[in-house]
């Protein structure tokens, strides 16, 4: 259930919004939270607020918080701290997001700084708690409200098809305060994508908690595959390119990867949510799946397409995890060969099974277990890079930095992985693709030529 609760002992109470007041979105955490943020902004647009330039500049600060792990809901606090510091004298400051949803009246009263806390679920009622009106129309729902067309945006964009999560991992928060599974009727993306489209984005990012499992909620089980068939109708609009992110692997079989395969506009870009190779550590973790079974499905999608990319996500530390177990994770991202990897330290979150489970790991043998796959993964990232010099790939221009053009190949998601810097190519325009020879790879990124 979303929070909504009014700070009315804030120096900065609320009032109603004369014409012309400018609002500011600060986003934390995970594209899904950017698509919450780009939601928030249309309501807010909605309502007769403005842009803002700056978060300095506003009258209205909106944080949209991450409460996934220990790290992030420090950082949202502290930039909910900066931005209570930076912002103009009456501005208001409201806190939404995962960290609200989460925490409600626990966080209200340790952030007096916030004029208001109002859950992710509660965004129609931002006008209502802070502006001290109801917002035009009534209540919205959060997941089906449109996307502001006035938004500037790179030429690809985040599309959430499914909020909350049935799963139980045996880690994981998320379903306690995101709730079940919701999926979006495939006409409503349908729509928000031709939208996108036709306000300039080539690539469309599909999201959700657990983007696999789309429409089994709604008695569709298996309707992610029709959906990109759906989607694969835009190219004819200008959509060039579709993408997946947050695969759960026991769901990443045919129709699915014929569906990214066979159609023109999904990429071979897979997202697995694998989280570890241990076998009884996976089942501990309330997971399915093995290291033997992980590589047998990447072995057998790269026989299909041997360009296929993939990214995945490992927990290190998780409670019981021994030193066999370390050594297997070890052993499988070696015979993986992955193009990109996140490693991160257990995290104990309050309320699930994992948090009370004995086997705790020493913080320090944590720490050395990231560092020896770090240098593992390191080591193979850089290896596909290099092994991509010397041939041509399709880039989408993405836009600039430093004056020279940046852009991402299929192998490459947005604000995640590395980047495509053409710097002897001044003057193409973003959302053009472009054919390019790879002349050197530095780091993350790759250095080419267009042909």
């Not at 500037?152 to 799963?167: F, H, L, M, T």
């Not at 999926?183 to 729509?191: D, F, K, Q, W």
């Not at 240098?375 to 880039?395: H, I, K, S, Y």
């Amino acid at each position: 259930m979303a929070s909504s609760v009014f700070n009315g002992g804030s120096s900065r109470a609320a009032a109603a919004a004369p014409p012309g007041q400018r609002f500011w979105v600060e986003t934390l955490g995970c594209p899904k939270n950017a698509v919450d943020s780009d939601k928030v902004t249309a309501s807010l647009l909605g309502d007769g607020l403005l842009p803002a330039c700056s978060a300095g500049e506003a009258d209205l600060v909106v944080v949209n918080t991450c409460a996934f792990i220990e790290a992030a809901r420090q950082e949202s606090i502290d930039t909910v701290l900066a931005l209570s510091d930076a912002r103009k004298d009456g501005a208001r400051l409201v806190v939404t997001g995962c960290l609200a949803e989460r925490y409600g009246d626990e966080l209200a009263a340790a952030l007096p700084e916030a004029d208001a806390v109002v859950g992710f679920a509660g965004e129609g009622s931002i006008s209502e708690v802070v502006l001290r009106r109801p917002p035009k129309g009534g209540p919205r729902d959060l997941l089906e409200l449109p996307r502001s067309a006035t938004r500037p945006r790179a030429p690809w964009a985040y599309v959430k098809v499914a909020e909350g999560c049935d799963r139980t991992c045996a880690f994981c928060a998320i379903p306690s305060f995101r709730g079940k599974q919701r999926s979006r009727t495939p006409e409503s993306i349908l729509a928000e994508a031709r939208g996108l489209v036709a306000g300039g984005a080539r690539e469309i990012v599909l999201v959700a908690q657990d983007l696999a499992s789309y429409g089994r909620d709604a008695g569709s089980p298996g309707a992610l595959a029709p959906l990109l068939h759906s989607l694969d109708g835009l190219a004819g609009d200008g959509l060039a390119r579709v993408r997946l992110l947050y695969l759960y692997p026991s769901q990443v079989r045919d129709p699915l990867v014929g569906a990214i395969l066979d159609l023109e506009t999904p990429v071979p870009y897979f997202d697995l949510s694998l989280q570890h190779a241990s076998e009884p550590l996976l089942k501990s973790m309330r997971r399915w799946g093995s290291g033997d079974r992980f590589l047998a499905m990447i072995d057998g999608i790269r026989r299909r397409e041997p360009a296929a990319a993939f990214r995945s996500s490992f927990i290190v530390g998780f409670p019981g995890e021994t030193e066999e177990d370390h050594e297997e994770l070890l052993g499988f991202l070696e015979a993986a060969g992955l193009d990109w990897a996140g490693l991160f330290p257990f995290s104990p979150e309050e309320g699930t099974p994992a948090a009370v489970m004995d086997g705790a790991v020493d913080d320090d043998v944590v720490k050395e277990r990231l560092d020896e796959l770090s240098v593992v993964q390191d080591r193979l990232t850089q290896a596909a890079r290099d092994a991509l010099v010397g041939t041509r790939v399709e880039v989408l221009v993405d836009g600039t930095e430093g004056g020279v053009p940046v852009g991402r190949t299929h192998r490459e998601a947005p604000e995640i992985d590395g980047l495509v810097r053409l710097p002897d190519s001044a003057g193409l325009a973003a959302a053009s693709i472009v054919t390019a020879e790879v002349v050197a790879a530095v780091g993350p990124d790759l250095v080419a030529e267009a042909a």
